[in-house]
Structures are given as structure tokens and as C-alpha cells.
């Protein structure tokens, strides 16, 4: 019942360890502690997943086939596979194209390859994103609508693990769910996301600048409603029907708000007033996002249950006590 969870240190990732162990599963989680954000908000988050029983670390870059070999062979008893690490967000996928192939590509690989010599294994749940819909037309996102027309190459990383996980289900058998998470905020969140940002803009009184003039719409999706969907997508039992073992699912609030709505809820929570400065939209954007979670709810019992006046007061308390620890 050893469940390993790759990029433990990261937003998501911990969140999901410490369900499981919350749960009473044993968690082996690895993570490479990317500098790609804040490394101490990284360390945070682990320390106190240190500090339970039942947790193992291991701290290694999951692209190297050397890491994941060694994670084989010290825990042959892992039965679950949560797949999180990756290189994160779209905007920096223009900088720095290299570092998505590397952790998204050539790391998913390496854990579809460890979950063919894991001898316990049932099944292993990945993050794909809703980058993957691009700028589809057609809204809510279905799991079923086209996806060949990626604007990021992150969407690009993404849905590239999707088809790679396809090829492993039909070549091996390997039961694999495929997660596309929509906008996923909370505390302990991640410090480049706009939420984040935004919030401390507004704390230090500098100006925040919206996207899209503030226009855009995005299906915000609060943690802890994450968190039930990977669970759920970890142990309910699937129809896979006549296809190989893999199935994609939507996990996403499905209630797009503007992100102007999100910086009023911000303006509320923190006390203070946001200095705006609408600008266009950036390359790799996209207008909205909404999902369809039809398929979501139906087979993952999946039940978003936490709006967003309620969730972005939970994350200013969790940043205000941060700021002053
Ligand atoms: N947060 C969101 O809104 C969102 C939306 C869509 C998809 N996702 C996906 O969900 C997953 C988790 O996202 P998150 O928000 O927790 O991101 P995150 O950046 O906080 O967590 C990812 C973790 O993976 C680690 N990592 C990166 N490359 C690694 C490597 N090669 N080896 C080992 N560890 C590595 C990083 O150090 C980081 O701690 C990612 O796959 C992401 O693409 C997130």
C-alpha cells in the first residue's frame, strides 16, 4: 500500500502526502528541489512531511534513469504512483524550453518505465494540465474534445505524457490516469502563479499588472478539491473498457470567474487596495479555461465543493502567517 509520490516538495505533491498519510499509507516521496521558485518554500513543505511517521525522501532528479532505477530497487513494494513533478507553468516555457522537455518528457519516461518494474504496482495517476485544450473554441473543455492544437510548449510536454502513457497501457498493461488539473490555488501554492502574485503585490503596495486586461476567465480549483480527485483517481475502481488501461479526466472547478473577480476576493481578504495596470495578452495564453467534469464526477465521485470567496481567504490567512513566521 506504499504509494510514491514524485514532486512531494512541490505544491500539489505535498498536499497528496499528507492526505495519504493522513490516511495511514506509508509515502515515499522524491523531489529534486528545483529552483525554478523559492527553494525554502520547498523546504518548508517537506519539513513538516519529514516530521511524520511513515514518510520516506529522496531527493533526486527523476530524469535521470539512474534515480528511478534506485527508487525500484530500495521500494519494491509500492503499489501507487502519484506522478507531480514537473516543470511548471506556461509563461517560462518561452524562456526556457529545454528544462520542460527535460523534467516532462524524458522524466515521464523514466516513471513509465519504473511503473513497468514495479511487481506491486496497480496503477500510476499523472498531472496533465488544461494548457492541452490550447485556445479550443468549445466550451466547457471535454476529455474527448480535440487536443492537437497545443499554444504552449508546455501544453506541448503535457500532451505528449498523455499519448506516451496510451503507447505503455497498450504496449504493458499498466493502469494509468491521466489528471488535467485546471488553475489549482490553496495554501502553501505556488509563488509564480498569478493568485500569488497578485496577493503580494497588493501587500507591498506595488502595482499588479492583469493579462488580458483582467478579462480572462479561468476555472479556479481549490486544493483540497484537488486532492480528493487524485485520491479517488488513485483507488476507485475503473471501466477501462475495451481500450488499453488509460483514462483522462478533468479536474477542474467548473465556474470560470474573471481574474478581476479573483483580485476583488484578494483586495477583500488582505485589507488593501490592488494598483491595476491592465496589459494584453501574453504569447502562449489562452482567453479561458473551463471544464467539463461530466466523466470527472461520474467515475471519480469527483465534487468541487469549495468557491473561491472561500478559498482565497483560507490562502491569505496561511501567506499572512508565513510573512510573519
Ligand atoms: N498548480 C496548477 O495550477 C497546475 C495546473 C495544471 C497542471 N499542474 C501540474 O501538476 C503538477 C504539480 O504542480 P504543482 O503546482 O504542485 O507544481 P510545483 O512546481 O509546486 O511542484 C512540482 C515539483 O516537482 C519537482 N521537480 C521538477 N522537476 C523534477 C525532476 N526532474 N525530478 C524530481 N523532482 C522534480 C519540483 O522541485 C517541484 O517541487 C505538475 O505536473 C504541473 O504541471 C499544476
Redesign the pocket.
Known amino acids: 500500500m506504499t504509494v510514491l509520490v514524485?514532486?512531494a516538495?512541490?505544491?500539489?505533491?505535498f498536499h497528496v502526502a499528507a492526505a495519504l498519510l493522513d490516511a495511514g499509507r506509508p509515502v515515499v516521496g522524491?523531489?529534486?528541489?528545483?529552483p525554478?521558485y523559492d527553494v525554502a518554500l520547498?523546504e518548508a513543505r517537506l519539513a513538516l512531511l519529514l516530521a511524520r511517521p511513515g514518510f520516506t525522501f529522496v531527493r533526486?532528479?527523476?530524469?535521470e534513469p539512474a534515480t528511478m532505477e534506485g527508487v525500484v530497487a530500495d521500494h519494491p513494494g509500492i503499489t501507487g504512483i502519484v506522478h507531480?513533478?514537473?516543470?511548471?507553468g506556461v509563461r517560462y516555457s518561452l524562456e526556457n524550453p529545454r528544462a520542460y522537455v527535460r523534467?516532462n518528457v524524458s522524466?515521464h519516461l523514466e516513471m513509465l518505465e519504473a511503473a513497468r518494474r514495479l511487481p506491486a504496482l496497480t496503477r500510476m495517476v499523472y498531472?496533465s494540465?488544461?494548457s492541452v485544450y490550447g485556445d479550443n473554441a468549445k466550451r466547457p473543455y471535454a476529455v474527448t474534445d480535440p487536443v492537437e492544437r497545443p499554444v504552449s510548449l508546455y501544453a506541448a510536454t503535457?500532451r505528449a505524457d498523455e499519448l506516451m502513457s496510451r503507447v505503455y497501457a497498450h504496449l504493458y498493461g499498466i493502469p494509468l490516469v491521466g489528471l488535467r488539473?485546471f488553475?489549482?490555488y490553496g495554501p502553501w501554492g505556488?509563488p509564480d502563479?498569478a493568485y500569488f502574485l497578485f496577493a503580494r503585490a497588493i501587500l507591498e503596495g506595488r502595482p499588479i499588472r492583469l493579462f488580458g486586461n483582467g478579462e480572462l476567465l479561468r476555472d479556479f480549483t481549490y486544493i483540497d478539491d484537488i486532492v480528493a480527485g487524485v485520491l479517488a483517481a488513485l483507488d476507485r475502481p475503473l471501466d477501462w473498457g475495451d481500450e488499453p488501461p488509460h483514462r483522462l479526466f478533468n479536474l477542474g472547478n467548473n465556474r470560470p470567474e474573471p481574474v478581476t473577480r479573483l483580485v476583488a476576493l484578494l483586495e477583500a481578504a488582505l485589507g488593501r487596495k490592488a494598483i491595476v495596470e491592465p496589459t494584453g495578452m501574453q504569447p502562449g495564453d489562452v482567453a479561458a479555461t473551463a471544464a467539463d467534469i461530466a466523466e470527472s464526477t461520474r467515475d471519480l465521485g469527483f465534487a468541487p465543493r469549495t468557491p473561491l470567496e472561500v478559498g482565497i481567504p483560507a490562502f491569505v490567512e496561511w501567506l499572512r502567517g508565513r510573512n510573519t513566521a
Open positions: 514524485t514532486g516538495a512541490g505544491f500539489i505533491g522524491i523531489d529534486n528541489l528545483d525554478y520547498k533526486g532528479d527523476l530524469a507531480l513533478a514537473a516543470q511548471a523534467a522524466g498531472a494540465t488544461s503535457k488539473f488553475t489549482v505556488r502563479m
